[in-house]
């Protein structure tokens, strides 16, 4: 092992996240479990992320707190992870300017067009990752 390298543990198979927190502007997905970072990975967003989603076809990633509650795994895209998108905010928000706040928002694969992927993956190790440490 190179001298700069950093030895990397695996974490425990039962090792699961309890929160993702997605830095936009960094292009970056984290893994938490309580104020710890378990894993990290660089991800890619909608065709025009800067700012909050705010309608539908707006190719905004979502800003706030969304759970992931819902599993894909026939995705056609191989796997995704649903986010709760829109929340009770957002759909209030839309409403009172008369527009749909959109939905279906997941977290893909590199080859998939949602509005979070993770980079740098095909038929995405990283994203399989990300499955088993989300949990159910």
């Known amino acids: 092992m190179p001298a700069n390298a950093v030895a990397h543990d695996p974490l425990p198979p039962d090792t699961r996240a309890d929160k993702v927190i997605v830095m ?3 292009h970056v ?11 990290t990975y660089k ?4 065709g025009d992320p800067v700012g909050p989603k705010q309608q539908e076809g707006d190719h905004k990633t979502p800003e706030g707190f969304y759970i992931l ?9 191989y796997r995704s992870l649903h986010i ?3 929340n009770a905010e957002d759909q209030l928000r839309a409403a009172a300017k008369g527009i749909s706040p959109g ?6 694969d590199a080859d ?10 095909r038929r995405c ?3 399989s990752k990300v499955w088993r440490l989300a949990g159910d």
């Open 24 to 26: 936009k502007k960094e």
């Open 29 to 39: 997905l984290m893994l938490m479990r309580s104020d710890h970072v378990l894993k």
């Open 43 to 46: 991800i890619a967003l909608g």
């Open 69 to 77: 509650d819902r599993r894909n795994q026939r995705s056609r895209f």
């Open 84 to 86: 709760s998108y829109p």
């Open 103 to 108: 939905g279906d928002i997941v977290l893909g």
């Open 112 to 121: 998939a067009v949602p509005a979070l992927r993770l980079a740098n993956f």
């Open 125 to 127: 190790a990283g994203l």
